[in-house]
């Protein structure tokens, strides 16, 4: 990089600013939709994370590598981020006042999980520098917003019924069928807060179990698909939109278990699967990463089940296998640098460690001998202090001339032989 500023001169940042004051200033904060003033972030410049786990580690050693400052805001002292950020400020994510000190400190703000307060994403974007907005989290957030984003993009999701009492999903049921699930519309991760109804026998079981988290709840009719598909898209502020290869997941106990990409299925659903996270992209004015979860069924057709806007564990195969990451690439995208190269380099599985994963995946860092030929495993701890069962503590990229070869691997090291 040249270090020429290219289109806009960032200036010095307001009064208190304890960054590298490389951003340009706005009064009244960076509205969504102001694309055409968005500044241009040099290294050099701090970038403040809200959220300190897994993703924003990875965030910080990409951007790291480029020349930009990281500081985390994270609840847990000693976060994932806050090994290798530099800096991290210890508070709740609904900590106003923490909050500001963190815009003090930064130049621009992004966030590294949805779950953060939307509030506080909210006031921050008022007073500061947050490219990505409030607006796609508020919306993401919340199952039923989402769905009803996805469909103004003309986007598919499958059938849904919003659900406030147990007598509506008892009608719900019977005319979706079952199996269908019932899901609340905020909070869950993992599976968690949802139920699968494999008959009308568990209608008043799953209302009043998932009721008490006290929110809105919606049934999904189960879409019988033949695989799960993810893709990653990535948008600037200056409009440019990239999409990842997309990625074929496969689950085990509601977590993510494996990514194999190229996915295996047909080129055009390849190409739809891509166009579909690039549309949503561009409908919903994203900035920073877009994580597009799809199910294929044996028809060919795609629905898309949920999003996130960020980094994603699906796109972990991205650190090694691309010429871009999905880190570097988010890192680009809310400076508002042009976007890198998605190109695929070598066929991958990305394969999760969880905490019941680590004893033999360290036997093996400890044992393993020379690597085969034509293939390469690469470890990614995520800094963790405790391991416990089903937590995510890392995960193995696995680099082959073909996705069997890598999958073999993953079967013949033992380190999943739980699975």
């Given at each position: 990089?040249?270090?020429r500023?290219e289109?806009h001169q960032?200036?010095?940042?307001?009064?208190?600013n304890?960054?590298?004051?490389?951003?340009?200033?706005?009064a009244?904060?960076?509205?969504?939709?102001?694309?055409?003033k968005?500044?241009?972030?040099?290294?050099?410049?701090?970038?403040?994370?809200l959220?300190g786990?897994?993703?924003?580690?990875?965030?910080?050693?990409?951007?790291?590598?480029m020349?930009y400052?990281?500081?985390?805001l994270d609840?847990t002292?000693?976060?994932?981020?806050?090994q290798?950020a530099?800096?991290q400020?210890?508070?709740?994510y609904?900590?106003?006042?923490?909050?500001?000190?963190l815009?003090?400190?930064?130049?621009?703000?992004?966030?590294?999980?949805?779950?953060?307060d939307?509030?506080?994403?909210?006031m921050?974007?008022?007073?500061?520098?947050?490219?990505q907005?409030?607006?796609?989290l508020?919306?993401?957030?919340h199952?039923?917003?989402?769905?009803?984003?996805?469909?103004?993009?003309?986007?598919r999701?499958?059938?849904?019924?919003?659900?406030?009492?147990?007598?509506?999903l008892?009608?719900?049921?019977?005319v979706?069928?079952?199996?269908?699930v019932?899901?609340?519309?905020?909070?869950?991760?993992?599976?968690?807060?949802?139920?699968?109804?494999?008959?009308a026998?568990e209608?008043?079981?799953?209302?009043n179990t998932?009721?008490?988290?006290?929110?809105?709840l919606?049934?999904?009719?189960?879409?019988?698909?033949?695989?799960?598909i993810?893709?990653i898209?990535?948008r600037?502020?200056?409009?440019?939109?990239?999409?990842?290869?997309?990625?074929?997941?496969?689950?085990?106990?509601?977590?993510?278990?494996?990514?194999i990409?190229?996915?295996?299925?047909?080129?055009a659903?390849?190409?739809?699967?891509?166009?579909?996270?690039?549309?949503l992209?561009?409908?919903?004015?994203v900035?920073?990463?877009?994580?597009?979860?799809?199910?294929?069924?044996?028809d060919?057709?795609?629905?898309?089940?949920?999003?996130?806007?960020r980094?994603?564990?699906?796109?972990h195969?991205?650190?090694?296998?691309?010429?871009?990451?999905?880190?570097e690439?988010?890192?680009?995208a809310?400076?508002?640098?042009?976007?890198?190269?998605?190109?695929?380099?070598?066929?991958?599985?990305?394969?999760?460690?969880?905490?019941?994963h680590?004893?033999?995946?360290l036997?093996?860092?400890a044992?393993?001998?020379?690597?085969e030929?034509?293939?390469?495993?690469?470890?990614?701890?995520?800094?963790?202090?405790e391991?416990?069962?089903k937590?995510k503590?890392?995960?193995?990229?696995?680099?082959?001339?073909?996705?069997?070869?890598?999958l073999?691997?993953v079967?013949r090291?033992g380190?999943?032989k739980?699975?």
């Open positions: 990089m040249s270090g500023k289109e960032p200036v010095t940042a307001p009064e208190g304890q960054g590298s004051g490389r951003v340009a200033a706005h009244g904060g960076t509205r969504e939709g102001e694309s055409a968005a500044p241009v972030l040099l290294p050099g410049s701090t970038i403040g994370v959220g786990g897994q993703l924003g580690r990875m965030l910080a050693l990409a951007g790291s590598a020349g400052r990281f500081v985390a609840p002292e000693d976060s994932p981020m806050g290798v530099g800096r400020i210890t508070a709740a609904d900590d106003a006042d923490a909050a500001r000190e815009a003090k400190l930064a130049d621009v703000i992004t966030y590294e999980f949805e779950n953060v939307a509030g506080v994403a909210g921050l974007q008022a007073e500061s520098y947050v490219p907005g409030s607006r796609l508020h919306m993401t957030q199952r039923l917003r989402e769905k009803r984003a996805i469909e103004a993009a003309g986007v999701v499958a059938p849904y019924a919003e659900i406030a009492s147990a007598h509506e008892r009608e719900q049921v019977a979706f069928g079952t199996p269908c019932l899901k609340t519309c905020t909070g869950g991760y993992d599976g968690k807060g949802q139920w699968v109804i494999r008959s026998d209608v008043d079981e799953a209302y998932l009721a008490r988290a006290g929110t809105e919606v049934l999904e009719q189960f879409v019988p698909f033949e695989r799960e993810s893709v898209a990535a600037s502020p200056r409009g440019e939109v990239k999409a990842f290869p997309a990625a074929e997941n496969i689950h085990v106990d509601n977590i993510l278990h494996l990514s990409v190229p996915a295996r299925t047909t080129e659903v390849l190409r739809e699967a891509e166009a579909m996270a690039v549309r992209a561009e409908s919903l004015g900035v920073g990463l877009l994580a597009v979860e799809m199910f294929l069924t044996r060919g057709e795609l629905y898309v089940n949920e999003l996130a806007p980094p994603h564990n699906s796109g195969y991205t650190m090694e296998a691309c010429r871009t990451s999905q880190f690439q988010h890192v680009r809310v400076c508002n640098l042009p976007l890198g190269s998605t190109e695929l380099m070598t066929p991958v599985v990305m394969a999760n460690l969880l905490g019941e680590m004893e033999p995946a036997q093996w860092l044992e393993q001998t020379a690597e030929e034509g293939l390469a495993v690469k470890l990614h701890l995520y800094g963790k202090h391991a416990k069962a937590r503590m890392g995960h193995i990229n696995v680099l082959a001339a073909d996705t069997g070869k890598a073999a691997w079967e090291s380190i999943w739980d699975r």
